[in-house]
């Protein structure tokens, strides 16, 4: 069920072994159909619905993570098996396997571990949620690692994982117009402990600590003085990062040096102790590692201010995460808004009164989020990104910085989150070469 990237993956994966398969997208032109009429044009397919007969002749269901347990269901007078593309890569899966999830940081830890096995030589699958499929990444010989970026979606319906090693790096809200309640997303987030050798900890998010049982192998982290295994202290007035007593490195040292990349750089880590990668090729990549696109980027001073691209906040955690990190108190100028995903906005509140001087407001649910920050900040409505970014030029003094970070998603106004941010990016480029139309103000 579902023709994007995963319901093809799947459709290509079982058919090269032989094994008969439907697909199927209630959409009536989803998004891997020219693929799937090119390269497998014997397969049958439906669009536009959902087919009970179908469904129910299956011998199993193979459920895209865009779409809940439910889709399936209604649809079912049988008892039919319903999986993720993730339970069918483990069952052919021959390396070990890391899996990643959390509210917010799991591409970029994805990302710095599989960098990290990378530079220690070994040979190393990195995917998942990330943005290639699980099955993708089988390949023949087997490499000696797979790094996977796991979603609560993908993990609802995941049943075998058998991890090496696991994480989940923070539980905030997300994905509230998919579960019924904070607990429900949380509980898919905990399957992704279900059989893992080592599970790795944050220390300092008592959601996800609770979930330790202290007689299981494990580490933790932290960003407090000795709070976990991996943590930060000060070394000779130095800020360090820390395995147990043992100094690592100095954050000094680090190109990514906010508070949230150290939480990033722990966890990456301690993921790499629990698979036994060397240590010093993990440092070095630790120090080198320069981050992913679209997350809390310094695009440029413009207007004599500083303008970053955070356009992957794409939820509230991400946002107060990314206004914290600039530690820049009453000088922020945010842009925000999107699709809100059913989020609470109300956490917002506390952080834009201290950090922020204004917040300018774009998208489907820009009135939900003024409505949580009401008498905090001076608020803009603004109906595109260009009037957004102009809004915001007229705005900004020296000092400041213009942060889009929207807590929403983008699918109201943009193809998803990295034609945001680049749409945003160029914007204000074009602020200097005066591309700019100041007439629109
Ligand atoms: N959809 C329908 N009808 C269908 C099938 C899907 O309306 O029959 C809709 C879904 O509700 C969703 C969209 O189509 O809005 C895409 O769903 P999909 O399951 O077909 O998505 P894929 O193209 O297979 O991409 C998925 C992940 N997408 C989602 O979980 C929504 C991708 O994560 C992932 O990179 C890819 O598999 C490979 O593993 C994206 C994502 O947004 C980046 N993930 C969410 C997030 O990070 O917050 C969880
Ligand atoms: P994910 O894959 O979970 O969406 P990303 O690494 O893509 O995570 O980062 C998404 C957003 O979350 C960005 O705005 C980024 O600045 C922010 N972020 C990254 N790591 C963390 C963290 N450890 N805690 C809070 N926010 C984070």
Redesign the pocket.
Known sequence: MGMGKTGIACAQFLNQRGIPVRIMDNRAQPPGLSILRNTLPDIPYLTGEFNANWLNQAQEIILSPGLALTEATAHLTNSIPICSEIELFTRYANAPIVAIT?????????TWLGAMAKQAGWQVQVGG??GTPALKLLTEPAPDLYVL?LSSFQLETTYHLQAKAAVI??LSEDHMDRYACFEDYKAAKQRIYQQTAIKIFNADDAAVLAMRSPDHPHFTFSLHPYQGDFHVAMEQGELCLYYQTQPLLPVSSMRLTSA??R??AL?ALALAKAIDLPLVPCLKTVQEFTG?A???CWIGRKQNADWFN?S???NV???L??IQ?LERPKQIILIAGGQGKGADFSPLRETVLAHCRACILIGEDAQLIAQALTETVPLYFETSMEMAVHRAAQLAGSGDAVLL?PACASFDMFQNYEHRGEVFTKLVQGLESGEFDHSKA
């Open positions: 959390g509210s917010n940081g799991k591409s970029t830890v994805t949620n990330l970026e790096l923070n949230i990349m939480a990033n966890a992913l679209h997350r809390c955070d992957k906040g794409t955690g991400a946002t995460a990314a990190g970070s």
